[in-house]
């Protein structure tokens, strides 16, 4: 006879309706924290959650319990051992309950703990990080965390993508000035290793090299950013997800991108059901509708110059941007990405072909000599979600393209030798694994989808 | 029709052996590497490689290649896109073969390019670290680091249990004194995050708490030590695997260590067996017997004082050890966990409650107040495999011995407190995931597991 021994197996058992399945359930030996406890004297009721699912399982207690008295004063929080029957209450709030024959105790909880039955501010809960993840909705966002971190590896494993553990420890950064020193003695910095040291912003580089042996790889890891920042898309330490496909061009990358954007918001919707009802519940009334759109709307394309001349005519026809002044060359802001993936498009939107002077040194430039082929994915509610570009392969454009950049060829020989020796096109991409989070949850704030987020003068626990 | 456009594809419906799904393949298109190109004048013979799948295709040409001059001349490491037919050979060394009908070139080769097909040696080939995952052998490391890695995702989460990306930025340390040290700026440190700030040496404290929200959690990141070390075992940055799970105690552990370790082996000989044949026929022709000795022997468990007396005794019968005193109390070294894996109980073995002084401070402390609740995993060849330990859930006994270990209560009261607010019984391990895949693959040197090593003095690229 099978055992059930967790939440989650009841649930899926009665959601699956196998008459035959739940017929077999009867004992049940359960563990887990207490919710909520109330008891008039005769009959007692405790939301019993067991972390292996979102929603409780109702437990029924009555003064028959050798210690009832006892159990009628556990608090919220506190770690229970149950046993008791399985009954199906198909007329009740829920779809079955547990009648209690015993109830151990397994964690008292002291009265100073913080989490009571009431709604708590997200910054309120910040403040208590290490419990946090007990609350509904931080319980929620932490499933959805895992089951995105396992959608990702699905999707490029089961296309023979090869996962590479980039390096976190580097000399080289190809992605700007605010990077974390590492080191073991302050006073001589480059003691251990013999040079200065980073920590990674991004593991594109290295992971071009594998390109080249393993044709199709990713990246997921964490990244760092030393910006002193603290807006609420800022944190220091963050995960990126970052393919690399070889023999591929501009094109291949963006039908990459959509097919990865859709497997994961699938995948999630799938596989964290009750997560994403609460979400959009709780959080984000639009969650739903934005993420059905995105599943069922081919994605759009434009070119960053189109781009410009769409945001000048909203700006003539009156359109208010905080910043108006729309010019070719110039980086667009949130305010213009939204617009052109609400307004315009209404739905997802590539913006490609950015111009070369605001990107970085590795895309590829195109025959005009001002543009790159680059592509941001822009989806409403958010803006930019990806960015992604095909690598110059070329190895004199790309030498010189680092020399105005002053990159150190020294350093850098290795990566423009892959253009020497064998190389070919490639593309690439890199997804904000939190800004990922954030869109899918509708949670705003970077510091509540992180388990302990750092940021700019927060590093707490 | 299906399209076929990867080695791999090939490879898998040749090797699947349908029949009509053979026959639908006719004209194949790929794009990929020369491995070794030999033409007598009138026929010539390309092995291909396009890292999708471990063996080469063979590409046949004649001199009707319009440009068959040039095509001859492609050196190895020459990127070529391919049209041509798929021909089977059932006498042939490969089982199918592709008659050539176009090659173009996609990126040559500079004649200074230093892979060339002889071996070159392990510490050669770390010096071209971009290169090498072209070869054979790292090719094969790369892609079973890869499987391996989707082996832990799969295993874990089929059981429900939440990765957990804990932080790498941190302030507490439960793994000693080599540490290192991050800042923005090193003549004022603290001015980041307003305190000081490591590199995480392991995930455990604080996955702990989210044990105690979701039940069973695990972590997989990298982990960082800057020992002063240059062994075949030591590198500064490496991968970890911590499980951690509530309402469990040792047996559970290690019954959960037991299922985890044969079924990455198994997921490992099932979704790299080209790669695993060759590690047992080039790296170690012990490999498999070894492998299928574990999967196949169920482990065995020892107390650490019997595993004393045996040693005792070992030496007393003439067994020689490095070190021969041997006395209850000491930390076991290699020579000894190879002797009683090896020589002892012939497969697996844990050895369970050590002296409380030799373990950490979190480790659950038995009745006898002198062992805890501890175990390392043994294994023939190489000794520990994984540690594990129930964890101390007592608030006063665990605040006495953080106390003994001089650690500040004021960062880890929040550790603490986990045992206040419904604390229960649990237990967790780690595996070092480097240490794992030099088991299984015979590999014997960290640095050349990892793709960019970072050892003591060392980080190159």
């Known amino acids: 006879m099978e055992e059930f021994k967790t939440v989650r197996e009841l649930y899926e058992a009665v959601n699956f309706g196998d008459v035959m399945q739940i017929d077999l359930i009867d004992e049940v030996e359960l563990e887990g924290w207490i919710k909520t406890n109330r008891d008039n004297g005769s009959i007692g009721f405790i939301e019993l959650n067991d972390g292996t699912y ?20 556990y608090l919220t929080g506190t770690a229970i051992d149950v046993k008791g029957k ?4 198909p007329n009740g709030k829920q779809p079955f309950e547990i009648q209690v024959k015993s109830i151990e105790l397994e964690g008292a909880v002291d009265p100073s703990y913080p989490l009571q039955k009431k709604r708590h501010s997200f910054e309120y809960l910040r403040e208590i990080g290490h419990l946090r ?28 993508f090869v996962y590479v553990h980039t390096p976190l420890l580097t000399g080289i950064t190809c992605e700007g000035d605010d990077m974390f020193h590492v080191a073991t003695d302050f006073k001589n910095p480059n003691s251990y290793f013999g040079k200065p040291t980073l920590l990674s ?7 071009e090299a594998f390109a080249m042996a393993f044709r199709d790889v990713y990246t997921f890891g964490p990244t760092f950013r030393s910006e002193k920042s603290s807006t609420r898309t800022h944190a220091s330490e963050f995960w990126m997800i970052e393919p690399e496909i070889a023999f591929a061009d501009l094109d291949d990358d963006m039908a990459l991108i959509e097919d990865c954007v859709v497997y994961c918001i699938n995948y999630c919707l799938e596989n964290a059901p009750e997560e994403m ?41 009156g359109h ?41 040194f590795y895309m590829r430039e195109n025959d005009d000599g001002k543009t790159v082929a680059a592509c941001d994915l822009l989806v409403p509610g958010v803006g930019e979600l990806v960015g992604g570009s095909q690598r110059e392969e070329r190895y004199d454009i790309l030498k010189r393209k680092m020399e105005e950049s002053n990159l150190s060829m020294e350093k850098y020989q290795w990566y423009l030798d892959l253009r020497r020796y064998g190389g070919c096109k490639h593309a690439g991409f890199g997804i904000g694994f939190e800004r990922f989070m954030m869109y899918l949850s509708g949670i705003n704030n970077i510091r509540d989808v992180e388990p302990f987020p750092r940021t700019y003068g927060n590093m707490d626990y």
């Open 86 to 89: 399985f009954v199906l209450t």
């Open 133 to 160: 993840p007990r609350t509904n909705t931080f319980n929620a966002v932490f499933r959805l965390r895992s089951v995105l971190s396992m959608a990702i590896h699905e999707f490029f494993q089961d296309q023979g």
């Open 277 to 317: 009802k609460f979400f959009n519940e709780r959080i984000d009334t639009t969650l739903m509708d934005r993420l059905n759109h995105v599943i069922n709307t081919p994605f759009k394309k434009m070119e960053y110059t189109e781009a410009i001349e769409i945001l000048k005519e909203a700006v003539k026809n």
């Open 320 to 360: 208010k941007f905080d910043e108006s002044r729309i010019e070719w060359g110039m980086d667009l802001q949130s305010e213009h990405e939204r617009y052109l993936t609400e307004v315009v498009a209404k739905g997802p939107l590539f913006i490609i072909n950015y111009p070369k002077e605001i990107k970085s």
């Open 54 to 73: 979102f929603k409780n399982v109702q437990l029924v207690y009555t003064s028959e319990l050798d210690n009832h008295d006892e159990v009628s004063h």
């Open 201 to 207: 912003g991004s593991g594109q580089i290295h992971v």
